[in-house]
């Protein structure tokens, strides 16, 4: 708001009175739309689905680019296909395991298209989800299934050794104890045996 103190009182009333409303939308701050919003929020959606379907959205997902650059040695190579380094562009929709399976997945729906990448499948089910009918409840269920299964299959697939599975309880131990502002104890067992509740 610019102007004298009468110029900006005026921008906030309605029909010769002050309107709080007004002042409450101005202090907001606007944020752009998200091309996950309607897909993300659908009621019917499982919890767990919903949960990874955002972090997907937001590319947070525990996949291998993104846990090399945290340090955490594992394999490269897609889990699935074998052919290529798995980062999150080829894991959505890159890889011809992955895409095949949700070109099945569509057909089964009745839908006989392309799939495209992961930025053009977000806004397309994202665009039919806010059509509110039963059937594009479905087929956002299925997607947010097929996101879900991928993440779980990928994650279980190198976190099945127990060398890794030591490591990883060792940095998140490490990780809370640094956001807790607590010191790592001095047997590391004490340390991991606390925390035990926190990561099972």
């Known amino acids: 708001m610019t102007g004298n103190l009468t110029k900006r009182l005026s921008q906030l009333q309605q029909r010769e009175k002050f309107s709080i ?3 409450y ?3 907001m701050p606007q944020y752009p739309r998200v091309p996950w919003k309607y897909m993300v929020l ?3 959606l499982h919890p767990k689905f919903k949960f990874i379907l955002w972090r997907a959205a937001n590319k947070r997902l525990a996949i291998v680019d993104r846990l090399m650059k945290f340090g955490v040695q594992v394999p490269q190579t897609c889990v699935f296909c074998g052919l290529a380094d ?3 562009e080829h894991l959505f929709f890159d890889c011809p395991y992955v895409k095949t399976l949700w070109t099945r997945m569509l057909a089964w729906l009745g ?4 799939v495209g990448t992961w930025a053009s499948e977000l806004i397309s089910i994202n665009t039919a989800t806010r059509r509110k009918s039963g059937y594009w409840a479905i087929v956002n269920y299925t997607f947010g299934m097929l996101i879900y299964l991928d993440v779980k299959e990928e994650c279980s697939s190198f976190m099945a050794t127990e060398e890794l599975n030591d490591m990883y309880r060792s940095l998140a131990t490490k990780t809370v104890m640094n956001k807790l502002g607590m010191k790592t104890a001095s047997s590391p067992v004490t340390t991991s045996v606390e925390l035990s509740w926190f990561f099972y």
């Open 42 to 44: 659908q009621p019917q």
């Open 21 to 23: 409303k007004k002042l």
């Open 25 to 27: 939308l101005m202090m």
């Open 86 to 88: 798995e980062m999150f």
């Open 111 to 114: 839908q006989h298209r392309l």
